[in-house]
């Protein structure tokens, strides 16, 4: 099956203008016949393109809070990042019981998970045999960017499925074991997601098994239904059962600084992910143990569906925090083993290719190359983007792929257009 | 469309000018070089020990011979580095090779360079190295990596 991307185009909108083409960080952006054509093979999900649209051609295909399936027992799975989104909230408690008001039979928090994830790394860094960095696994433009640019540090990264996965894996036992009287189609879990990345996650079963999330909504639409109920008069009922550690999975560098291990980087931005792993791969590095990579800047704070600005929601969730035990969910103390259970491990998905490579033989890539640096040779360097690509070398790339006109660049024509004019004119 | 001719097709060639006036611009011809090999499909191991070999010439030239010129050439099999520069030579080669022997200026040693390490690991990191210089006219390295 081919992979299934989370950012929709609405061509109707697209004025193929050039704000997407030169944001894309894998270059998989074409502007074709007037509007932005995005190449499948090249596209992480990132959503940059989605954040710099000014004419809100792109979209992220998230299902909405409006058609959750009648009859079921639907649980909520709260990113951390939601948390952090509310003026004068301070305690998390009232947003477990904001979305119970929302017709949510129960609430398992991802933070919850998280911490699990937490526990379970520090056990799998103590393994040996690792391969060192470890890189963490939970942002799913990450590890989608590490298969298709970065194959070889492929088993760098860390085997352990993301938090929202076991969140939804341990809400769907929860509420077997609390209502004995239902079956497996009849428990609906719905991730509330600060990213359309998880919504290709979950779409195309990443980690390796059908997902236990069944349904991802954004933030920002739960976000306007949970200002309607939320009232800071009514006491909740419920209750949060997640520490600090769990909510600091939200910010770039949570996840990394909870693993209580020093020789640990966290880098945050979808271009500086890149140059971190350029750097890894070529083991440009100091001694690391642990890699932490978030493709939006400032961590999952930063997603594209969050309604507030992701420096704002992180001090908004460091006042949440402030006074919460440091981690409220462990392995169980009966655990016999001292590993990760197989349970909550990775199986490996799909093979990818290496695209950033000209091609599978070297000496056609040298090729090609000659190729390339010959056409580019005689651009203008400008990297205007008129003729459709991103910059004059992914042209010049372009142009030897077959995949675009030499006659498109508009430097190139006003010279030939020069010459025309001179011919007349004597 | 230019017409694309080539006097070798099966070799790749690039040339980048080491700045000697800029010792903030030293390496950027190593960082050129990885993405350049990571394009045509050089295992990162390979490309690894090339852009380590460049980074440590590129620094000699600066801190040395106030710049260069670095050449690269690609091969299928076989990336060849040649760093070509007018500065002083060397005097003793046999000394310069050994580890810890420098004879990079204070200012220098206090930014973290001059450590005497330079020539070794591009030795260390290349599959063969030739040092031509002569004293008061300049130094050119040729070094190898097969993969």
Redesign the interface.
Known sequence: MDYQHSVIMDVGKCKGCTHCLNRCPTEAIRIRDGHAVINANRCIDCGECIRMCPHNAKKASFDKLASLPEGKYKIALPAPTLFGQFENLDDPDYLVEGLLKLGFDDVYEVACAAELVTEYTRRYLKQRGISLPVISSACPVVVRLVKLRFP?LSENLLPILPPVEIAGMLAKEKAKKEHPELKDEDIFTVFISPCPAKVSYVKNNLSGEKSNVDMVVSVSDVYFELLGVMRKTDLPNASSKTGMVGLSWASSGGEASSLLNDRYLAADGIENVIRVL?DI????HPNLTFVELNACAGGCVGGVMTVENPYICRVRLRNIKRYLPVSLNHPPQDDPERGVPDRYTMTEPEEYG?V?????S??E???M???V???F??LPELDCGSCGSPTCRAFAED?VRGTAN?EDCIAVMRDKLREMEKGTKQ | ??K?T?VN????YYRFDVDGDNFTSAGEASVQT?R?L???????EA??RV??AMYEGEINMVIHASGGVAELY????RVVIVLTDHGPGIENVELAMQEGYSTAPDNIRSLGFGAGMGLPNMKRYTDGMEIETKVGEGTKITMTVNV
């Not at chain 1, 791969?281 to 440009?284: A, P, Q, R």
């Not at chain 2, 097709?9 to 790749?12: P, R």
């Open positions: 070889t350029e791969e070529i083991e440009s290496h950033s490579r000209y091609d599978e070297r000496k890539a040298i090729r190359m000659k190729d640096n010959a056409v040779a005689t142009v030499y | 469309m230019p694309v080539a097709n099966e070799i790749l990885k350049i990571r394009r045509v499909g050089f295992p990162p490309i690894k852009s380590i690609i091969e299928e099999d």
